[in-house]
């Protein structure tokens, strides 16, 4: 794909037009992630189209570059805008889920209307370093676009590294800055970075500079209106093309418990000039037809909703026989299960699809659901699962579940099937980190990712 926001179009960020030099931004940015810009470990021999040198290196030649004048950062917004509709000026996005937004389950969206999708977030230094993260946390074919590429981080070089992985395979990368869960406050990355704009205008600067695609943002916004704006035009000036936000603070986890603000949203869509996401309330189409009209912004992205109907965006729904009801999440179980042979996806996530679609009615047969939770869980478990409730429900004579246990209980057992989902997610991420070798003794493999999502493609044709 050809570059859309090009460094001589984008400058350097706002911290150059204090006449930081290339060193200093980033010792600053080195001294944020807790090391020396002086004392990295000795570079990495990257290969790729015979071209050795290393990201951190990037950074510190493209910083060099002319501050971004008022010109150029017009030029840059009408580059973002060039890019949006080169997409198709995508209005209904896939948000990013870890476990949740992969291949088998954005293909499924595409089907029904979704017109962009963001793959789960990838932690940046586990995605460059470790290749059997990289097999199985990013899959893509070419059905598979728009496609947006999140990665967290907290080193705009590990970032940088990463990201060029990825960028002849997606149209944009994208910088994880509003996850609020405690692995994202463990790993010090998404929202937990929201005390450092410094480190966070450099990681988008990097990528700004050092990719070929474009580097879009996903924030949440602070409980201070001027503070979220002045956060929003800073990540505008860094380079940013794309800025989805969700209506939450950081400390607002639980979507059920308080509403998005709207408000917030049409005001950093007013202060900014590039296009700008929405992502918050969005229960139905009905809600983003609202949020759109609202709030001005160009797309809405969904998360939990989506979870529950992957065809939320599919127009059939606003019509009174297209209307969503539980007996929908068994037919689109059926769907997703094929993609998820088609496209091999681990089981963990086709277990989560599966409480999310078909979950309503294994509250109500709860033995059903006991084979759900079995330690060995296999697809054909969960295609006979779903064959018995195309037996059941229609004795039922109800076209929605009635569930034996109390609401409580049930939110309950939400909670604690969350938390059994963070706790196993880090579980797995500090693994995999204890795991790694040195960066300073394992090349970054441009060449052999490229050849592997090749294959993987070709094999999903």
């Given amino acids: 794909m050809a570059a859309v926001c090009n460094p001589l179009a984008c400058g350097a960020s706002a911290a150059c037009r204090r006449s930081l030099t290339a060193t200093s931004l980033l010792n600053r940015a080195s001294r944020a992630c807790g090391f020396a810009a002086t004392s990295r470990v000795s570079p990495s021999t990257l290969t790729r ?8 290196e990037q950074v510190l030649t493209k910083a060099k570059q002319p501050a971004m ?3 150029s950062a017009e030029l840059h917004a009408n580059q973002a805008w060039e890019f949006w509709k080169r997409l198709g000026s995508p209005k209904y996005q896939v948000a990013p889920m870890v476990d949740q937004s992969e291949l088998a389950f954005r293909m499924l969206c595409f089907k029904y209307g979704a017109t962009a999708a963001y793959t789960p977030m990838l932690h940046s230094r586990l995605f460059l370093e470790d290749p059997k993260y990289r097999a199985e946390h990013f899959t893509t074919c070419s059905g598979d676009r728009p496609l947006f590429v999140q ?4 080193n705009p070089a590990t970032l940088l590294e990463a990201a060029q992985l990825v960028q002849d395979h997606c149209d944009a990368v994208d910088i994880n800055l509003g996850c609020p869960q405690r692995i994202a406050r463990k790993g010090k990355y998404g929202a937990f970075l929201m005390e450092q704009m410094e480190l966070i205008e450099s990681l988008v600067t990097a990528l700004a500079q050092g990719l070929k695609v474009p580097v879009t943002c996903k924030i949440r916004v602070f409980p201070d209106k001027e503070r979220t704006l002045a956060y929003a035009r800073m990540l505008e000036r860094a380079g940013c093309s794309v800025l989805a936000v969700h209506g939450r603070t950081r400390e607002q986890k639980t979507a059920k418990a308080v509403r998005a603000d709207w408000d917030i949203i049409k005001a950093v869509r007013e202060a900014v000039s590039i296009p700008v996401l929405a992502n918050g309330n969005i229960r139905n189409l009905q809600d983003v037809h609202d949020c759109i009209a609202y709030t001005g912004v160009e797309g809405v992205m969904s998360a939990e909703s989506l979870l529950e109907d992957p065809a ?9 026989e297209g209307a969503y009801t539980a007996l929908e999440g068994v037919r689109l179980m059926k769907e997703y299960l094929d993609l998820a042979e088609q496209y091999p996806t681990p089981m963990r996530m086709i277990r989560g699809h599966t409480f999310s679609l078909i979950g309503p009615w294994l509250q109500e047969f709860t033995d059903l659901r006991d084979k759900i939770n079995t330690a060995k869980l296999e697809i054909e478990i969960i295609r006979s699962v ?5 037996v059941r429900i229609p004795k039922t004579g109800r076209n929605y579940p009635i569930p034996k246990l109390s609401e409580r209980a049930l939110a309950r057992m939400e909670r604690e099937a969350a938390m059994a989902g963070a706790i196993a997610e880090q579980q797995r991420q500090d693994a995999a980190l204890a795991d790694l070798v040195p960066a300073d003794r394992k090349p970054s493999g441009f060449a052999q990712f490229d050849k592997d999502v090749q294959q993987k493609m070709e094999l999903v044709a």
């Avoid at 015979?50 to 951190?56: E, G, L, P, Y």
């Avoid at 939320?312 to 009174?320: E, G, K, M, S, V």
């Avoid at 779903?386 to 195309?390: G, N, P, R, T, Y």
């Fill in 69 to 71: 004048t008022v010109s």
């Fill in 49 to 56: 189209k015979n071209t050795c040198v290393t990201a951190a």
């Fill in 312 to 320: 939320l965006f599919w127009p059939h729904r606003l019509t009174p």
């Fill in 151 to 154: 990665f967290c981080a907290n």
């Fill in 386 to 390: 779903v064959a018995e409730l195309d």
